[in-house]
């Protein structure tokens, strides 16, 4: 595996693509420690990491905008302070083409372009939908283990249905916003090489 790319992000600098790993890595601690479910604590959780520039990678960027986004849905607070960037040579692949090339508009671009931010959005909230549950589940296994006169066997079943349920659906949606990609990453390159073709006839 190449250890310039991380989280689909390719870094010429191997010390910043280290950084990246380790954000990663404390992205994976975040979302496995705290509840999704309270809304405050997220957003006390996203101030201070605003606050104290925890990110300085697009990996934790992403995570940091995700956040945002589920904040202003869920509590409607249009107010949340903006990501602060430190680095200002910081572009994100797939809107290069539009900036560098405005006359470009393509409908089954733009088309792909809003499936694939929805999708993006509804595998975050898939995210934390399984891992509230997976809490529950682990809840419930241990109120089972430590009190043999509880009869949950059969709500226990239920939950870990439904979370295998939830699981699957996430990795559906994940498969599909995977080939999304693939096929915006093929209409980029057909709009590049049909803008290099129309330059070449222009000469």
């Known amino acids: 595996m190449d250890e310039h790319i991380v989280e689909g992000y390719y870094f010429e600098d191997i010390r910043e693509a280290g950084k990246a790993k380790k954000e990663y890595f ?12 309270d809304l405050q604590g997220l957003k006390k959780m996203y101030l201070k990491l605003v606050e104290k520039k925890y990110f300085s990678t697009p990996v934790g960027y992403a995570f940091l905008q995700d956040m ?10 249009n107010d ?8 200002t040579n910081i572009v994100k692949v797939p809107d290069v083409i ?19 931010g929805k999708m993006k959005k509804l595998k975050f ?24 006169n509880v009869g949950y066997f059969n709500t226990e079943e239920k939950i870990v249905n439904k ?11 994940e ?22 073709t129309d330059s070449d006839t222009g000469k």
């Open 98 to 116: 539009n900036e560098k090339h405005p006359e470009v508009s393509s409908e089954k671009y733009k088309k792909l372009r809003n499936e694939y």
């Open 125 to 148: 909230r898939l995210q934390i939908a399984v891992i509230s549950l997976l809490v529950i589940v682990v809840g419930m296994l241990y109120i089972m283990a430590t009190n043999e």
């Open 80 to 87: 949340l302070p903006l990501i602060n960037i430190a680095r």
């Open 68 to 77: 945002r986004e589920y904040l202003v849905e869920n509590l409607q607070d």
């Open 26 to 37: 404390n992205i994976c601690k975040i979302k496995s420690s705290i509840s999704f479910d």
């Open 175 to 196: 498969h599909e916003l995977d080939l999304r990609e693939d096929e915006l990453n093929l209409l980029e390159e057909e709009l590049n090489n049909q803008k290099s």
């Open 163 to 173: 979370y295998a349920a939830w699981e699957e659906r996430l990795e559906n949606r």
